[in-house]
């Protein structure tokens, strides 16, 4: 029986589209402490390796990362990178990165307040979330993805498991993904995977190309796997 008022699982009243460059390339770089110098070259190399979605952490000192955010907003387009803001953790912190150019917003925890706020301005939030009810309520709230995280404590079983209940969440692995794990991840349902350390590196703009290539290459792999 049809009970009235009651809620399916798209219960947001807007959802932001996710990022075309999370999508397409599968991979969304993370940047800790990337200068405002160091990071057009940083961008370029992750670009030419394939990478397609960049997010620089609000770290302290947060001026800092809002100037590499807006210096690499100017250039996003031109290099085919979609440029985002990560660790957001308040709402104030959400325009600040918005007002500097950030085109979709990644939290390490779920705040609704944030993920209403961004749906309302049509700007993707992906809330991380580490439980299957804080996955519906981030979905509900207006998610255009959600971050698993911390996901090397979870694995690829997870992902899959979660995809049963909830077979229309796009799940975004982050925290300890490797190379030799993304494929698993990719295979268990997930729309791409977050990584940081390994692939940035020193920073040193070859090593991050050459790395680039490898985990998006690993990426489309598993998907081609995945559909045959």
Do not use: Y
């Not at 999370?22 to 940047?31: K, N």
Request: glycine share 12%; aromatic share 4%; with cysteine.
């Amino acid at each position: 029986m049809q009970r009235e008022g009651s809620e399916g699982l798209a219960a947001a009243a807007t959802r932001p589209a996710i990022p075309a460059g999370i999508t397409s390339g599968g991979v969304v770089a993370i940047g800790r402490h990337v200068s405002p110098e160091a990071a057009p070259s940083i961008a370029a190399a992750l670009a030419d390796g394939g990478v397609r979605a960049f997010e620089l952490t609000l770290n302290e000192p947060e001026a800092d990362a809002l100037r590499a955010i807006e210096g690499l907003a100017a250039i996003g387009t031109d290099l085919g990178l979609e440029i985002g803001a990560g660790t957001v953790l308040s709402l104030d912190a959400a325009r600040r990165a918005t007002d500097a150019g950030a085109t979709f917003l990644v939290m390490p925890h779920l705040d609704a307040a944030i993920v209403e706020w961004a749906a309302m301005f049509d700007i993707p939030a992906l809330p991380g979330c580490a439980t299957p009810t804080e996955v519906l309520a981030a979905w509900r709230a207006g998610a255009a993805a959600v971050k698993v995280f911390p996901a090397s404590s979870v694995g690829p079983s997870f992902i899959r498991e979660l995809r049963g209940p909830f077979p229309d969440i796009p799940l975004l692995p982050t925290g300890g993904v490797t190379l030799e794990t993304a494929p698993a991840f990719i295979a268990a349902g997930a729309i791409g995977v977050g990584m940081g350390g390994w692939l940035l590196g020193d920073g040193d703009p070859v090593g991050v190309r050459e790395r680039s290539v490898k985990i998006v290459a690993a990426v489309a792999g598993a998907r081609a796997a995945r559909s045959a």
